[in-house]
């Protein structure tokens, strides 16, 4: 008898977690195609001349397990001490039922931003919660729906103020009370726009005639808690505005910065349940006077109607955008931190304000306790008034207490060569406290003090927050649980259905890389712990980095850049620098091809640089010898220019090469946007063709989830001559200032791209992409008779995505990209790229995730509108009242009369639309201009809601 041992294995996930097609249907793409084999496609696809000579090679790739034990390994190397280093980031208890049903869950944490409304209301309610939180707690009009964190809300209120200011001064004074960070970021932001930064003491140095605004803490760094008011006042006498970097939690028991007549406030909501994750990601709010709204940066949710008149959300002044701005953008922002701002909004739920100001309390009390301890012992600890931050003069007890407090578990704050810095938060329990008393030779029990008040009676908050019912619902955890499921399945996120958007790469963002990220040896990390405790990141960061240098051929990479936009920003401040130390200060011009992503230009401005527009062909090509005359005509002060491989448009220009090669001739470095990444990795290298710096979008092809809109990380890469110009940071040296708040940016969700590496190997990144590749060309084949597919290469070949045409639906039958867009929700789908980068077309990115099946499904969904559209070209239908023009469908259109020239079935079971498990609009289409014209951004009062339930 003989066994018949079967080969397969069932371990082997690296292709069938990753890659979408199997064998067999890649067979059936590739015959679709006419080509022979996935090699000799991609052969065809990507010119010869930019392919990497080497493969893509660093060892097998690990099954999940081994990576797995490979990240817990690592994360044993981080030490996770208890840390009361304060500064901006404190420790913080998530509720579990937010850690699980939102962190841990892929329908919340794999949703695209909120660009279709109507597919997006759960998530839009959220950050509406979030936006009401902040204006409550900050006792400003409007916040916007969170920024990237608080030291670049500061840059970014610093850069409001001068807008605003409409003055000619040049200085913005800051609080020498901020954050190191902020000051930092501060600063680098001020440079290249010719501002100074002055910094001192604004009771004392601060000249309002001076300068067109101010920025204080508050609390301050070191604990201070002052009441602002009539500095405020002076500055507004001089037409400056005053910003205030708040702390959240200080605002339950505070005067707010509203009551002090701040302009802006901008801060960290991370103690609202958001681990500090050695840094990020956390989301940083702004909030600010009414007055201001329209010059505020970042995404701002609004109230609007659908069709039926019923409350619907929707992203509101959008215009402001860099998408439609370009260079005169409010700021480059674009992904931020929904994900982060849906946490803390639920933990403010979660707890309500009796909840919000218990745990104020009660950290404010345990401060009070520890100093008493510390008085009893004979220190003197400042300030008097105080919220949980204090700092005690030691002299020259300093290192020997610092050392016993970490052997006792414990990191205190070393401020100057005398002090130390205590800062407590809603997990520092008696122990703690105890230990810390014991560092400084204390042994004492906290039951032996009594705790009260610390703070001045002037400054005690007298005014209501959180009045909203949302944060007085029944808070039982069932009731909690249905919230976060409700609100989650209004949306449409990757768990439902592929989300074709080209450029934002939309691909799977697996299980097994998710998990590490709530351990807590990646996600309770202070960032400012001796480096000694974070050997796993340490480890972590440089095996990352290098694999991104093997990618790329770049020799160095900076973690620090938060987003894409972000990296595009340091990006161009190195190259800045890199001139500056060659004598070239006056290198500012910077080429951007009309065709660039709006951050560009807008990234391009904040970098000092000037914008030069270059045009782009009839084949969406860069123009070549347009390219070429700019170059020349601004050879003298050429700084760089910006360019995306392969192009906005989805394709392989041949042209790349010889692009660089003309700014390095004329004394230009080049950027090459990396977002389009995906359809390189494993087959060309930006840093052989000619490249000197990109970004990496890594939460586009490295897997880490778009979050609704943020968390990400755009880690920028560059040749060795740039890399002595790469961002600094306070806490880790370097010539340079930072641009963002943490020296790695956002660390704790960089596990995700690096267990995609390691379960990938160099082969399965580069199958990945040659997929990735094909997929987008199948698309393109079977949709190329219903739709135009503009700019394909020479070869008939797309890149990694494609853009249809559906401007002669326009044309033929009156039907809109929108309309396209919306019926592709009735079909279960969410609509890729809409108009951009070219008006009334669709850009189409399937990834390599999606399978043969899911891909068939769309391209079903999409030619079936294609004939919809013909019935109203050949009069078969109204050209008014028919599915395309009343997409969605929702529920409400079914109940009741129906008297459409059309039928139910038509209307909610188009092709692509699943029976059983179709995915139901909740609304009916947003109508924006509503909304625009009706500002509302916190949450409608709740007669509101009656009336729209009527
Ligand atoms: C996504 C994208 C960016 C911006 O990245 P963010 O992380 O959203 O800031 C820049 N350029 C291109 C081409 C992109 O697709």
């Given at each position: 008898m003989s066994f018949d041992f079967t080969d397969y294995d069932p371990y082997d996930f690296a292709n069938r977690r990753h890659i979408g097609p199997s064998p067999a249907e890649m067979g059936a793409m590739l015959a679709l195609l006419g080509a022979d084999s996935l090699d000799a496609f991609i052969d065809e696809t990507v010119p010869a001349s930019i392919r990497q000579k080497e493969p893509l090679e660093w060892g097998a790739a690990m099954t999940e397990r081994q990576a797995l034990d490979a990240l817990r390994e690592t994360a044993n190397r981080n030490q996770n001490l208890v840390s009361l280093l304060g500064q901006g980031y404190y420790g913080t208890i998530t509720p579990p039922v937010i850690q699980r049903n939102i962190l841990e869950n892929p329908a919340w944490y794999t949703a695209y931003t909120p660009y279709q409304p109507e597919i997006s209301q759960g998530r839009l309610e959220a950050l509406l919660n979030f936006q009401t939180m902040v204006s409550d707690l900050t006792g400003l009009d409007v916040a916007n729906a969170s920024l990237l964190d608080e030291a670049t809300a500061a840059a970014e209120a610093m850069a409001m103020a001068q807008r605003l200011s409409k003055s000619k001064r040049t200085v913005f004074f800051v609080d020498e009370n901020c954050h190191a960070q902020t000051i930092a970021v501060i600063r680098t932001r001020a440079e290249p726009l010719g501002w100074r930064v002055e910094i001192g003491d604004p009771f004392a140095d601060l000249r309002p005639e001076k300068v067109f605004g101010a920025i204080f803490q508050y609390p301050g760094t070191y604990g201070h808690v002052r009441d602002f008011t009539e500095v405020i006042a002076s500055l507004h006498g001089e037409n400056a505005l005053a910003v205030m970097a708040a702390d959240p939690l200080s605002l339950a028991l505070l005067k707010t910065p509203g009551e002090m007549n701040a302009d802006i406030a901008v801060g960290s909501t991370q103690r609202f349940g958001v681990p500090m994750g050695y840094g990020g990601p956390h989301a940083a709010y702004m909030a600010v006077k009414d007055a201001h709204k329209r010059a505020m940066p970042g995404r701002l949710v609004g109230v609007s109607v659908d069709a039926r008149g019923n409350r619907a959300y929707?992203?509101?002044?959008?215009?402001?955008?860099?998408?439609?701005?370009?260079?005169?953008?409010?700021?480059?922002?674009?992904?931020?931190?929904?994900?982060?701002?849906?946490?803390?909004?639920?933990?403010?739920?979660?707890?309500?304000?009796?909840?919000?100001?218990?745990?104020?309390?009660?950290?404010?009390?345990?401060?009070?306790?520890?100093?008493?301890?510390?008085?009893?012992?004979?220190?003197?600890?400042?300030?008097?008034?105080?919220?949980?931050?204090?700092?005690?003069?030691?002299?020259?007890?300093?290192?020997?207490?610092?050392?016993?407090?970490?052997?006792?578990?414990?990191?205190?704050?070393?401020?100057?060569?005398?002090?130390?810095?205590?800062?407590?938060?809603?997990?520092?329990?008696?122990?703690?406290?105890?230990?810390?008393?014991?560092?400084?030779?204390?042994?004492?029990?906290?039951?032996?003090?009594?705790?009260?008040?610390?703070?001045?009676?002037?400054?005690?908050?007298?005014?209501?927050?959180?009045?909203?019912?949302?944060?007085?619902?029944?808070?039982?955890?069932?009731?909690?649980?249905?919230?976060?499921?409700?609100?989650?399945?209004?949306?449409?996120?990757?768990?439902?259905?592929?989300?074709?958007?080209?450029?934002?790469?939309?691909?799977?963002?697996?299980?097994?890389?998710?998990?590490?990220?709530?351990?807590?040896?990646?996600?309770?990390?202070?960032?400012?712990?001796?480096?000694?405790?974070?050997?796993?990141?340490?480890?972590?960061?440089?095996?990352?980095?290098?694999?991104?240098?093997?990618?790329?051929?770049?020799?160095?990479?900076?973690?620090?850049?938060?987003?894409?936009?972000?990296?595009?920003?340091?990006?161009?401040?190195?190259?800045?620098?890199?001139?500056?130390?060659?004598?070239?200060?006056?290198?500012?011009?910077?080429?951007?091809?009309?065709?660039?992503?709006?951050?560009?230009?807008?990234?391009?401005?904040?970098?000092?640089?000037?914008?030069?527009?270059?045009?782009?062909?009839?084949?969406?090509?860069?123009?070549?010898?347009?390219?070429?005359?700019?170059?020349?005509?601004?050879?003298?002060?050429?700084?760089?220019?910006?360019?995306?491989?392969?192009?906005?448009?989805?394709?392989?220009?041949?042209?790349?090469?010889?692009?660089?090669?003309?700014?390095?001739?004329?004394?230009g470095q080049v950027y090459l946007d990396g977002a389009n990444m995906n359809a390189l990795v494993g087959l060309a290298r930006p840093g052989d063709f000619g490249a000197d710096v990109s970004h990496l979008n890594l939460h586009k092809t490295f897997c880490i989830p778009h979050g609704g809109g943020g968390p990400g990380m755009g880690p920028i890469g560059v040749k060795a001559h740039l890399a002595p110009y790469l961002p600094g940071h306070p806490a880790t040296g370097g010539s340079e200032g930072p641009v963002s708040a943490a020296p790695f940016g956002s660390p704790s969700i960089l596990p995700i791209s690096w267990s995609y590496c390691l379960m990938m190997g160099g082969a399965g990144l580069t199958q990945a992409t040659k997929v990735a590749i094909l997929n987008a060309n199948y698309i393109a084949k079977r949709l190329e008779d219903a739709y135009p597919v503009l700019y394909k290469a020479r070869n008939g070949r797309v890149a990694h995505e494609c853009i249809v045409d559906t401007r002669i639906l326009q044309e033929t039958a009156g039907v809109s990209v929108d309309d396209v867009a919306k019926r592709l929700i009735d079909c279960g789908f969410h609509a890729p790229t809409m108009s951009w980068p070219v008006a009334g077309t669709l850009m189409i990115e399937p990834t390599e995730s999606e399978t043969k099946a899911e891909l068939d499904r769309f391209c079903d969904a999409m030619l079936a509108i294609r004939e919809e559209a013909r019935a109203i070209e050949e009069g078969r239908i109204d050209a008014q009242n028919n599915p395309l023009k009343n997409a969605p469908h929702t529920v409400e259109d079914l109940v009741g009369e129906w008297d459409r020239p059309y039928t139910r079935e038509q209307a909610c079971y188009p092709p692509g639309a699943f029976r059983v498990d179709k995915y139901w609009a909740p609304v009916n289409r947003v109508d924006n201009v509503y909304g625009d014209r009706h500002l509302v951004c916190s949450c409608p009062p709740v007669e509101d809601y009656q009336e729209a339930a009527e």
């Open positions: 929707r992203l509101a002044l959008q215009t402001r955008e860099q998408h439609i701005r370009r260079e005169k953008a409010t700021s480059n922002i674009c992904t931020a931190q929904v994900l982060l701002a849906v946490m803390a909004a639920m933990y403010v739920v979660f707890h309500g304000p009796e909840g919000l100001r218990a745990i104020a309390q009660r950290v404010h009390r345990r401060a009070v306790l520890l100093a008493n301890g510390l008085k009893k012992l004979g220190y003197t600890v400042e300030p008097d008034a105080f919220f949980d931050t204090m700092t005690v003069e030691v002299g020259r007890l300093q290192g020997a207490i610092l050392k016993s407090a970490v052997a006792d578990g414990v990191n205190l704050r070393k401020v100057g060569t005398d002090r130390i810095g205590i800062s407590i938060d809603e997990r520092t329990r008696p122990v703690t406290i105890e230990a810390v008393w014991r560092a400084f030779g204390g042994e004492f029990k906290v039951e032996e003090f009594d705790t009260e008040y610390r703070l001045p009676e002037p400054l005690l908050r007298k005014t209501d927050y959180l009045t909203h019912p949302v944060f007085h619902m029944n808070r039982a955890e069932s009731e909690m649980t249905r919230y976060i499921r409700r609100l989650a399945d209004r949306d449409l996120a990757l768990d439902r259905s592929m989300i074709p958007l080209g450029s934002c790469t939309m691909k799977l963002n697996a299980t097994a890389e998710m998990l590490p990220i709530t351990w807590p040896e990646y996600a309770e990390l202070h960032p400012f712990v001796p480096q000694d405790q974070a050997l796993g990141y340490k480890a972590l960061i440089a095996d990352l980095s290098d694999k991104l240098c093997q990618i790329t051929g770049y020799d160095a990479v900076s973690m620090q850049p938060n987003s894409g936009a972000q990296g595009e920003y340091a990006g161009l401040l190195t190259i800045r620098a890199y001139h500056q130390a060659n004598g070239e200060d006056h290198r500012d011009i910077c080429l951007i091809p009309t065709s660039a992503h709006g951050t560009n230009p807008a990234s391009a401005q904040m970098a000092g640089m000037k914008v030069v527009v270059v045009k782009s062909d009839e084949n969406g090509d860069i123009d070549v010898d347009d390219f070429r005359a700019k170059a020349e005509a601004h050879a003298a002060n050429l700084a760089a220019c910006m360019i995306t491989y392969p192009s906005t448009h989805g394709v392989f220009e041949a042209s790349v090469a010889e692009l660089c090669a003309i700014v390095h001739e004329h004394g």
